[in-house]
């Protein structure tokens, strides 16, 4: 990967002083994407050019893909090769060769590739980099779509760290990706293994396709005679245009990936999924996508009636929206992953809008298991962050429970780091973490706990104490009820798990009667709550459950190695005195 990366990288030294580093990918990233195609169509052009004689339109798509298997095509006379053979003429017949593919290769449209042509030939750089890029092989023997993929991404990341852009933001590193496509297929794995299985997978945030290829990469490996069929929907133009080329190479039909708004709007809205899975930004508004997204959760039952989120951050919104695309379990269910970082498992108080997403996700019994991965994971952010996984047929020893896995210490550390990414989850690691997964109930309760929902809910109750006069004497209404003192005014969270109890076991009101007399009562005496002011809550607090108390160092060990570092100060001050 690193040679064929370097190598393709190399090529992109030749426009420096025409253009600056940041606009690299808008030449390199086009030509890598053509030079594939034209590999892919090298063994079938003769057959391609016989059948656009007979046919032409929808009938000549039928057709090659009948006759080629492949999904697209290309009618011009020209190759690679030949294009080089004619250098005076080249933008011409580049511009020729780009127009004569089907209607469906709209990504050269995406880099605005036609403008690129024109100011490398002005500069005299477009026979150096299309000759060069004719010497790249990059056909699927040559290059399996696996790397392929790599490459691309390889590429975003190097002409984003030219140009010091977030690079995470176009994709989700391998090893994370592979561990949540292990997990998602972890309920399903006998009948992924039949002959002939023909499965659906989604994802909303799409980037550069790299959770999709994984995900069918991985299921080939288990089943060959498999057959993934990938869905994706992506807002950014580059990275819709790299990851429709990628799935063009894998033989997937082109038009499930699509270009547009999940938010604002779900391109598959008429679609569920056996699969769906997602990398969403973290900490990004959603206020372009605001008033679809506040009209749609007006509706009973959509993806966005059940809460929202503060405007700052849209990481809920697609947590809510992938619950909503997987299959209806009365056709057999589906199951949901997404990479979220801390704050949806308890931002927002009680009876907010995330507060409700989470209310409803755990009360519908969606949430079968949260992962935490190790901290600096990701390209562009060392951040906690988590797998949420959803399910809508769990198992019956499921059914009711969550599982919470702390994998925050599987990690190795990468020889280099790629931006704020210096560790990995290596194939030993995500066995631990799917084994973890599989022991359910019996795993290692250092590293998994299993919950219910009531576990994570809570009431938020408002504690009252008496506003006193001049005299110290309660103030009381007409009906001779003490007045609230605003300024002593509290709130208190009682879990609805209190004393060992079940809120359907005690109840909600002797519940909080009996936190209130245990908790309250004996402090502030005069107290009283202030029962239409309570709310419900729901919160995961995940590193809580499993916080292991490590004592502070003996003081004869602290005091030795500041003596150490002491006589280390004294030493050197006195070379400096000499």
């Not at 993934?228 to 790299?242: H, K, M, P």
């Not at 995940?542 to 602290?558: D, G």
Request: with cysteine; charged share 30%; aromatic share 10%.
């Amino acid at each position: 990967m690193s040679k064929l990366g370097n190598f393709v990288w190399g090529i992109a030294d030749q426009l420096r002083g025409v253009y600056k580093p940041h606009q690299y990918g808008g030449v390199i990233l086009p030509f890598t994407i053509l030079r594939r195609l034209d590999c892919i169509l090298e063994p079938h052009r003769d057959e391609i050019r016989e059948l656009a004689e007979r046919f032409s339109g929808g009938a000549l798509d039928v057709q090659v893909k009948r006759k080629t298997g492949l999904s697209f095509y290309n009618t011009s006379l020209f190759t690679f090769s030949l294009l080089l053979e004619d250098p005076e003429g080249l933008r011409a017949n580049l511009v020729d060769y780009i127009t004569g593919f089907s209607a469906n290769i709209d990504v050269f449209e995406r880099f605005k590739f036609e403008n690129e042509l024109v100011t490398l030939d002005e500069k005299n750089r477009l026979y150096l980099i299309s000759s060069q890029f004719a010497e790249v092989d990059l056909h699927p023997d040559t290059v399996p779509n696996a790397e392929m993929g790599d490459l691309f991404e390889y590429l975003i990341y190097k002409f984003a760290e030219a140009s010091n852009e977030e690079a995470g933001e176009h994709y989700t590193p391998r090893d994370a990706i592979r561990l949540m496509v292990d997990l998602l297929f972890a309920e399903d794995n006998e009948a992924l293994l039949e002959p002939g299985t023909v499965r659906t997978i989604y994802d909303p945030t799409a980037g550069t396709g790299g959770m999709l290829s994984v995900a069918e990469e991985r299921l080939l490996e288990r089943n060959p005679e498999a057959r993934l069929r990938l869905y994706g929907q992506e807002i950014n133009d580059q990275s819709y245009a790299i990851c429709k080329s990628d799935m063009i190479a894998k033989g997937q039909d082109v038009d499930n990936i699509r270009l547009g708004d999940t938010l604002a709007d779900d391109l598959f809205f008429d679609r569920t999924f056996d699969f769906c899975m997602s990398n969403p930004p973290y900490g990004v508004d959603w206020k372009a996508s605001a008033e679809s997204v506040k009209k749609e959760a007006l509706a009973t039952n959509s993806r966005f009636s059940h809460g929202l989120p503060a405007i700052g951050d849209g990481q809920m919104l697609f947590l809510s929206h992938l619950a909503s695309k997987m299959r209806a379990p009365h056709d057999g269910g589906g199951r949901a992953g997404i990479v979220l970082n801390g704050s949806p498992l308890f931002n927002g108080a009680a009876e907010s809008g995330p507060s409700k997403i989470r209310q409803w996700l755990l009360e519908s019994d969606l949430v079968e298991t949260i992962v935490a991965l190790p901290t600096n994971m990701f390209f562009n952010t060392g951040i906690a962050t988590y797998i949420w996984l959803l399910d809508n047929t769990k198992r019956p020893e499921r059914q009711g429970k969550v599982q919470l896995i702390d994998a925050t210490s599987f990690w190795t550390k990468m020889r280099k780091s790629l931006g704020a990414k210096s560790r990995e989850l290596d194939a030993d690691a995500r066995d631990k973490v799917v084994a973890l997964y599989d022991a359910f109930d019996d795993a290692d309760p250092d590293y998994s706990k299993v919950f219910t929902a009531e576990d994570f809910g809570y009431w938020t109750i408002t504690v009252e104490r008496p506003l006193l006069d001049d005299d110290g004497q309660p103030v009381t209404d007409r009906k001779g009820n003490p007045k609230p003192d605003v300024k002593k005014r509290d709130t208190e969270n009682v879990p609805f798990t209190y004393g060992g109890n079940t809120a359907g076991d005690l109840g909600r009101g002797a519940t909080i009667k009996q936190y209130f007399e245990t908790e309250v009562l004996p402090h502030v005496l005069d107290a009283w709550i202030d029962e239409k002011k309570t709310k419900v809550g729901y919160e995961i607090p995940f590193t809580r459950h499993f916080y292991r108390y490590v004592p502070p160092r003996p003081l004869a060990e602290i005091d030795a190695d500041l003596e150490k570092q002491v006589a280390k100060i004294m030493k050197l001050l006195r070379e400096i005195e000499k």
